[in-house]
């Protein structure tokens, strides 16, 4: 059981960034080779590197289920897309499908808008929630796949970024713009169910979605360009419902979603501000740096006052106002409490933004049955 544990180990520890030097000598054990027998008689073996994330994945698993008789049962995204296929992996992974956060950001601001547009007295249309729920997961990943297209050469640069499918050379430019189509061609499916207010509205999008990945390279503000991309469903939610946009609610709503972007994605982005340096890309956390807390309270005051007007013009009640009081402190403490500097304590901010996102949603909810 001893070389399994050890394999595991170091399979694991290659995994999370650890040199491949680890593997090389446990393979070297197991073929009878000596490693010590001088400073060269190994140098073509430390060389040998696994071909890509995917099958030291799979050899993780493979020990795992060898030394405790079956897989651990996990209905996590991760160990969803780690069961599938092997050469499925890397689309998915492509996509982000192993990292659901960022499909909730841009899903939760569609919810707000449907919950909003529901008649008195009814919950929001269940129909509508998951179309938009497809429709920002195929989005989603067709912006990641754009992203990764822009950034091969600076991902290649970035340690956190290097494993992706295309930086690291598992996926083809020409496999990555065939998949791609092939997610635009199913969103595009998914638009096709709306009116044709809301098809109109929502191929207005597009251009943005295809230049976002670009804007790091020539501004300090990409993270608001984000926040035009990923608050479209405040405005199309709405249409999809009623026909056209209330303005009068639809742009607060918009405002409050790209404040709220603003917020969690210069979060977001302290965790790479280094290697942002390095390769020489742009973020409003190098534009703010020890200023970020001061910014980010400002965004967070602008986002509740969208959020204020939007409820007064949809003529919410109680309920809405206060889980905006909840709100609100959940945007304090985590603005508060912030540490710019650790990459963990930025990553555990970032996520919580999806119970925030949860919260609004419920809020508009509860507070359109109240209403007569």
């Known amino acids: 059981m001893f070389p399994a544990k050890l394999a595991l180990s170091t399979l694991k520890r290659i995994h999370h960034g650890a040199c491949y030097?680890?593997?090389?000598?446990?393979?070297?054990q197991k073929e009878g080779i000596k490693a010590g027998d001088g400073p060269h008689s190994d140098s073509r073996v430390w060389k040998r590197k696994p071909k890509n994330q995917s099958a030291i994945w799979s050899s993780i698993r493979l020990l795992e289920t060898q030394q405790n008789g079956r897989r651990p049962f996990s209905l996590s995204a991760a160990t969803i897309v780690n069961s599938a296929p092997v050469h499925v992996q890397p689309y998915l992974r492509l996509m982000r499908l192993d990292k659901p956060i960022g499909t909730w950001l841009l899903y939760l601001p569609c919810t707000w808008s449907i919950a909003l547009a529901a008649n008195p007295g009814c919950f929001p249309d269940l129909g509508m929630l998951t179309l938009f729920g497809t429709g920002a997961l195929l989005m989603r990943g067709a912006g990641c796949t754009i992203n990764d297209m822009w950034d091969k050469d600076f991902d290649k640069k970035v340690s956190r970024t290097a494993s992706r499918p295309i930086a690291s050379g598992e996926i083809s430019q020409m496999q990555a713009l065939v998949f791609l189509g092939g997610q635009l061609s199913l969103a595009l499916g998914v638009l096709l169910c709306l009116n044709y207010y809301s098809i109109a509205l929502g191929a207005a999008s597009l251009s943005l979605v295809i230049t976002y990945p670009l804007m790091k390279r020539f501004t300090y503000w990409p993270q608001f360009v984000l926040g035009l991309t990923f608050n479209w469903g405040a405005l199309l939610g709405w249409s999809a419902i009623k026909g056209s946009c209330d303005w009068s609610v639809c742009l607060?709503?918009?405002?409050?979603?790209?404040?709220?972007?603003l917020v969690y994605d210069t979060i977001y982005a302290h965790q790479d501000k280094e290697d942002d340096i390095k390769v020489g890309v742009k973020s409003t956390a190098l534009r703010f740096q020890e200023q970020t807390k001061p910014w980010l309270s400002g965004f967070a005051v602008a986002m509740m006052s969208g959020l204020v007007i939007a409820g007064v013009n949809a003529e919410q009640t109680l309920p809405y106002y206060a889980v905006l009081t909840g709100v609100a402190l959940h945007l304090t403490h985590q603005i508060y409490t912030l540490d710019i500097n650790k990459t963990e304590d930025c990553w555990k901010k970032f996520v919580s933004n999806r119970n925030l996102g949860l919260l609004l949603f419920l809020g508009i909810v509860a507070g359109n049955l109240w209403k007569e």
């Open 21 to 28: 030097r680890c593997l090389s000598t446990c393979f070297v």
């Open 252 to 261: 607060p709503l918009y405002f409050s979603g790209v404040m709220w972007t």
